[in-house]
C-alpha cells in the first residue's frame, strides 16, 4: 500500500512524463445539467492539480467564458470539496448565443490567451461538444486577429499556438452515439423508478391506469430501461413508433391484464414520442384513449425536471470520476495534431473516441427518424438499446399460446446463495423468455435443500408479474451446497423430467454448479445444459466482472455515507470508519470509497500494515488544518483478521486525540435489502434472459440425439468481461479462482485504486492510457455496460 501521508514518498513515474507544470486547463459545463457533473469538474480539477497544472472553473458555461473577468477562476484543491454529493453543476451552465458567432468566440479566445488557458474540458452534450470543436479549429485565426487588434502579442500567439479539447458527455437522455453511458442517465433512472415504485402502491390500491411521462425529446433510452425495470404495460419511443392500429392493440393488451386480476396498469411515454408519421403521442392523448375505450381510472403523471435532479447515483459519480481524470491525461498528452475526442465508457474501460465522429452518428439518428427510417434509427443507437427494445416486448407482450411452438423441455429456475437486490427481476425474465420459447418452466423455492426435498413447482406468465422491483429472492435461497443431497436432486430432476437449470446466485452457486458438474459421471439426471447467473453483493463471481445485486449494495453504502458525511457538517474535526460486506471481496469497500470521496478503503487484495495505518491518521491530521475538517474512512469487512474496525477505530480515536474524533458504523445486512436498483434490475434482466437464449440453442442442438450433455461447454457461468457476455465454462474457470477466500485471482476494478486515492490526495501512480490513434465509434455484439 502507498504510503499515503508520507510527504518523502517519490513522485511516481508517469507524473515524470505526463507533467501539467505550466500548462492551465480550463473546466466548463454547458447545455442541460446532469447529475454527477460535479463528481467530473472535482476529478478535472483534482487530477490537474495533482499533475502540476492550474485548474480554471469556467462559470455559466460558454457566456462565462465570452464574458471573462470573475467568470474565469483559478480552482484549488478544497473548491471541490463536499461537491461529489451534489446533483446540477456548482459552476453554473448556460444557453449561450454570443458564442455561436466568430466575435463572441474571438471574446472567448482572449479571456483564456489572457490566463494561459490552451486546454479545455467541455462537460456537456453534442451540441457543446460541436462548439467547442469549431473553437478548437478556429482557435489559430482567432490569436492572429486578436494580435492584429493589438490585444495580444506575438509571443503569445506562438506561446499559446493551439487548443486541446477534450469532451465528457453529460446528458441524462443517454443520447450520445459511441459511449455506452453518459453522465447522469443512470441517476435520471434512480428518480423515474422511485416514482413508479411509489406509484405502484396507489395505482394498485385504486385499480388505476398510470400514464408516466419522461424526458426523451429525441431518445427513448429513459423511457425503455424504466419500461423494462418496472415491466410497463407498453412504452411509446420517439425511434419506435407504434405501428398503425395500435390503439386497438394496446386497449386490448390493457383490458387483458385487468382479466388476468391485475390491478395496475402503467404506460410510459417519452416527451418525443410520436407515431409512424412522425405526429406527436402525447400523455393526454394516451389517457384520453384510456378513459374512452375501456372506462379505466386513469391518471397522467409527468415527471419533468425530477429526473434532472436530486443527489447522482454511485454508478454516475465512478462513471464522471473516471471519466475526469481521463480527460486530463488526454489534454496532456495531446499534440497539435491531435483532433478534439470524446472520453467514453466502453463496458468498464475508458476509451477516447473522435469527437466529430461522434457527433455526426449521433445527429444520423435524428435524420433517420425526421425521414421515418426507424429500424435504422434503432440500429443507430447501438446494439444495446436495441437489445433492451427486443427484451421488452419478448418479457412484456405475451404471444398467444397457439403462436409458441412446445418444445417438450421443461427447465428449472433456483436462486442459491445470500439474498441480492435484483434475483426476482432473474427470475421473472429466466420464466417468461423460458415461456415465449416454448418450454414448461418450473421454480425451485429454498436453493439446493429445497430441490432435494421437492420444493418445485410450474410456475407461469402471471406468476412472476410485479417481480423486477421487489428486493431478496421470492424463491428463497440458502447457502447449503447439494453434495450431500446429489441423490435426492438427481430424483427430482428425474421427476420432473428437467431438461435444463439456471442458477441465480453468488459463491456458493458457483461451488455448487462445480460439485453438479463432478457428479454427471455419477448421476446422469445432471447431463443437461446448466448455467449459473452470478448474483451476489460482494461481486466476487469467477467469470463476470458484475453480479446482479452489487449495484444496489454500492448505492446503500454510497447513500449512508452521504448522510453520515452529513452528519459531521455541524461537527468540527469528525472521522468515521465504516464497515463494509464483501467477506475478502473488496470490491464494495473501495468503489464504495471512490463514490463517497472516501479518505482511504482498507481491502485484503492490497495488504497493509500498521505502518499505512499511521500514515493514513497522519494524512487526516494535515487535512484537518484545512477548511475539510471531516473524514472518511471504509474498511472491507474480512480486509485484515487483526486490524479490525474496532482497532482501526481506537488507533484512529487515539492518533488524532485533540486533533479529531473517531465515529464507526457497520452496514451489515443493510447492504443485502430494498428495492434492486435501476441496473441491477435491468442487468437481471437481460443476462438472465440471455442465459435462457442459451439453455434454448443447447437444447436445441441435441434434438433428436438423446439428452446427454456431458462436454464441458454445457455448464457454464454467463458474466461480463469488459463490454462482451461470456458463456465460460466452469471447469475453465477453477485456474482463475482463489477457492480459500472465494474470489477471482485477477479482478478487474483494483486498476481503480490509484485513482481513489489521487482524488483524496494521497501519492499514488496511475495507470494511463498510451496515446494512440483514436478509437473508431463502434458497436460490439453486446454493451452491458449500457443496461
Known sequence: MDRGGDSKAPKVSFLENLSGTGKAIGVLTSGGDAQGMNAAVRAVVRMGIYTGAKVYFIYEGYQGMVDGGNN?????????????????????SARCKAFRTREGRLKAAHNLVQRGITNLCVIGGDGSLTGANIFREEWSALLEELAQDGKISKEDVQKHGYLNVVGMVGSIDNDFCGTDMTIGTDSALHRIIEVVDAIMTTAQSHQRTFVLEVMGRHCGYLALVSALACGADWVFLPESPPEEGWQERMCVKLSENRARKKRLNIIIVSEGAIDTQNKPITSEQIKDLVVTQLGYDTRVTILGHVQRGGTPSAFDRILASRMGVEAVVALLQATPETPACVVSLSGNQAVRLPLVECVQMTQGVQKAMDEKRFKEAVQ????????????????????????ITKSGCNVAVINVGAPAAGMNAAVRSAVRVGISEGHKMFAVYDGFEGFAKGQIKEIGWSDVGGWTGQGGSILGTKRILPAKYLKDIASQMRAHSINALLIIGGFEAYLGLLELSAAREKHEEFCVPMIMVPATVSNNVPGSDFSIGADTALNTITDTCDRIKQSASGTKRRVFIIETMGGYCGYLANMGALSAGADAAYIFEEPFDIRDLQSNVEHLTEKMKTSIQRGLVLRNESCNENYTTDFIYQLYSEEGRGVFDCRKNVLGHMQQGGAPSPFDRNFGTKISARAMQWITGKLKEMQGKGRKFVTDDSICVLGINQRNLLFRPVAELKEETDFEHRIPKVQWWLKLRPLMKILAKYKASFEVSVPSQLDHVHFGPEEPAAI
Not at 78 to 87: A, F, T, Y
Not at 380 to 398: A, P
Open 72 to 92: 474565469i477562476m483559478e480552482a484549488n484543491w478544497e473548491s471541490v470539496s463536499s461537491i461529489l454529493q451534489v446533483g446540477g453543476t456548482i459552476i453554473g
Open 380 to 403: 443507430l443507437r447501438g446494439r444495446s438499446f436495441e437489445g433492451n427494445l427486443n427484451i421488452y416486448q419478448q418479457l412484456c407482450i405475451k404471444k398467444p399460446d397457439s403462436q
